[in-house]
């Protein structure tokens, strides 16, 4: 049985924001003051693994690219929107292209400008360090902080719930 507390057999796809959630919240500045991210091998062997299962995946950030979305870009995820500040119209484009239902989707959000996108979709998710007004409409808030493998945990949850998880043991 699942501790998220939501029909996990809907699931279909996955949308996250960056900073605060594919990886940490503090980021170190590089001499240019471009921000260097942390990224999470766990979350990104569950992206991967899940992207190869069938499973759609967007990112929808205000934040600049680089050297993180290659990374996502390898991992299999293709549709990524960045430098965004209203990111709900970009999650509703992103739904239809992908013959998506909001109650089909997970958007794993941190910080205000989440909030609108995340009260769209079915399931709403916060790290444990999500802001306040993250908190107050998630549907589930982990235990675990952003940057730090909440990715894995709410992927490998979705998998194991519609049995798509293997774990290779019998492989």
């Known amino acids: 049985m699942s501790k998220i ?19 940490p919240a503090t980021v170190l500045l590089g001499e240019d003051g471009r921000p ?14 899940a992207v190869k299962a069938g499973y759609k995946f967007a990112i929808i ?19 990524t929107y960045m430098n965004i500040s209203k990111k709900l119209p970009y999650l509703r484009m992103w739904l239809e292209k992908e013959g998506l239902q ?37 549907r589930y808030i982990s235990p675990v902080i952003g940057g730090y493998g909440i990715v894995r945990e709410v992927v490998e949850e979705v998998m194991r ?11």
Request: glycine fraction near 14%.
């Open 5 to 23: 507390d939501y029909d996990l057999k809907k699931i279909k796809g996955f949308v996250f924001d960056v900073d605060g959630v594919l990886s």
């Open 36 to 49: 260097c991210r942390m990224g999470n091998v766990r979350d990104g062997h569950a992206l991967q693994v």
């Open 61 to 79: 950030s205000g934040g600049k690219g680089g050297a993180f979305l290659r990374r996502c870009a390898i991992l299999g995820v293709k549709d």
């Open 102 to 138: 909001p109650e089909e989707v997970v958007y794993i959000g941190d910080d205000v400008p989440d909030v609108e996108c995340m009260q769209y979709v079915g399931l709403p998710v916060s790290p444990a360090d999500g802001c306040v007004d993250v908190k107050q409409v998630a």
């Open 161 to 171: 719930a519609q049995g798509t998880w293997n774990t290779g043991i019998n492989n």
